[in-house]
C-alpha cells in the first residue's frame, strides 16, 4: 500500500517561497506519476480539490494548472522517494491545504486525481 507523507507547509509573507517535500513509502516513485492538489477555504466547492501540478512517472512531463505556471515547480528524487513541490512568488489566494498524490494512470491523476493521497499540509500566505 503507498502511502504519502507531506511537510514543508508553514505561514510565509506574500511573494515569499517555500518548499513542499512527499516521502513515499510502499511504493517506488519512480514507477508513479506524483501530483499536488489543494484546497482553500474560499472553494465554492469544499470537496474538490484542485489540481496545482504533476510530474509523469517518467519525469519527462510536467503539468501546470494556469494560475502557477511560472511560479511553481514540480520534482522528484527518485533515490530519495521524495517528491517536491517548490512555490515562489506565493499570492494570498495560494493559501490552502496542499495534498500530495500518486498514481500509476497519468491522465487520471490530472483529471480528476489518482489512488493515493497525503494527508495534506497547510500553506498560509500572507498579505
Known amino acids: 500500500q503507498v502511502q504519502l507523507v507531506e511537510s514543508g507547509g508553514g505561514l510565509v509573507q506574500a511573494g515569499g517561497s517555500l518548499r513542499l517535500s512527499c516521502a513515499i513509502s510502499?511504493?517506488?516513485?519512480?514507477?508513479?506519476?506524483m501530483g499536488w492538489f489543494r484546497q482553500s477555504p474560499g472553494n465554492k466547492r469544499p470537496h474538490k480539490r484542485e489540481?496545482?501540478?504533476?510530474?509523469?512517472?517518467?519525469?519527462?512531463?510536467?503539468y501546470y494548472t494556469d494560475s502557477v505556471k511560472g511560479r511553481f515547480t514540480i520534482s522528484k528524487d527518485n533515490a530519495k522517494n521524495t517528491a517536491f513541490l517548490r512555490m515562489s512568488n506565493l499570492k494570498p489566494e495560494d493559501t490552502a491545504v496542499y495534498y500530495c498524490?500518486?498514481?500509476?494512470?497519468?491522465?487520471?491523476?490530472?483529471?480528476?486525481?489518482?489512488?493515493?493521497w497525503g494527508q495534506g499540509t497547510q500553506v498560509t500566505v500572507s498579505s
Open positions: 489540481f496545482v501540478a504533476a510530474l509523469s512517472w517518467s519525469g519527462s512531463q510536467t
Open positions: 510502499g511504493g517506488t516513485s519512480s514507477n508513479y506519476t
Open positions: 498524490n500518486a498514481d500509476r494512470n497519468t491522465l487520471l491523476l490530472v483529471r480528476e486525481g489518482g489512488n493515493y
